[in-house]
T-cell receptor, first 115, second 114 residues
Framework: KNQVEQSPQSLIILEGKNCTLQ??????????LRWYKQDTGRGPVSLTI?????NTKSNGRYTATLDADTKQSSLHITASQLSDSASYIC??????????????FGAGTRLAVHP | SAVISQKPSRDICQRGTSLTIQCQVD?????MFWYRQQPGQSLTLIAT?????????ESGFVIDKFPISRPNLTFSTLTVSNMSPEDSSIYLC???????????FGQGTRLTVV
């Protein structure tokens, strides 16, 4: 069964600290892995997208890693800011019939950054 | 990229009534997707809407409850019919402009059924 599991479920850190969020998946055949940030009351916004051959990708203070062998990904946030408080969702896509990607969503990690 | 305008952003509805959610994209896209996100949960795909054909529904979702229209390549609507409190959720539309492209999401419609 295609699944995406994220940990931790929630996390509280102090402003300026770093943190790492984890994502394990069992999606096959794998197409790409995405990390999204979802602010409360808003739709998800893409942070990174990685294909099978990419091990790491950065977007400002966000760095995502991918180990396609172990089917694990992580999102590292550096020097956290209050505006980083949001849910972070790991999404894995696979090629569905008809040639388009179908997305499997993790439940998300709810991050709270405190001053 | 794609910019999606979704409305209404929120609504409070009486049980037994229906609500139609609109999704407008600033560019032509072949496929649009409708998701439901229940409180504290992940996004669940309701259906895939192709222009000019019937929507394809995921297991657990039926056309009578969630009729979808896709009259052209930039617009779609999702109706939540005969609502009950269990339908209280956030509903989001999404597009993928091309193969391998990232998915873009509307801001969501927060629905509360009382």
């Amino acid at each position: 069964k295609n699944q995406v599991e994220q940990s931790p479920q929630s996390l509280i850190i102090l402003e300026g600290k770093n943190c790492t969020l984890q994502c394990n998946y069992t999606v096959s055949p794998f197409s790409n892995l995405r990390w999204y940030k979802q602010d409360t009351g808003r739709g998800p916004v893409s942070l990174t997208i990685m294909t099978f051959s990419e091990n790491t990708k950065s977007n400002g203070r966000y760095t995502a890693t991918l180990d396609a062998d172990t089917k694990q990904s992580s999102l590292h946030i550096t020097a956290s800011q209050l505006s980083d408080s949001a849910s972070y969702i790991c999404v894995v896509s696979f090629m569905f019939s008809g040639g388009y990607n179908k997305l499997i969503f993790g439940a998300g990690t709810r991050l709270a950054v405190h001053p | 990229s794609a910019v999606i305008s979704q409305k209404p952003s929120r609504d409070i509805c009486q049980r037994g009534t229906s609500l139609t959610i609109q999704c407008q994209v600033d560019s032509q896209v072949t496929m649009m997707f409708w998701y439901r996100q229940q409180p504290g949960q992940s996004l669940t795909l309701i259906a895939t809407a192709n222009q000019g054909s019937e929507a394809t529904y995921e297991s657990g979702f039926v056309i009578d409850k969630f009729p979808i229209s896709r009259p052209n390549l930039t617009f779609s609507t999702l109706t939540v019919s005969n609502m009950s409190p269990e339908d209280s959720s956030i509903y989001l539309c999404s597009v993928v402009p091309g193969y391998g492209f990232e998915a873009f999401f509307g801001q969501g419609t927060r629905l509360t059924v009382v």
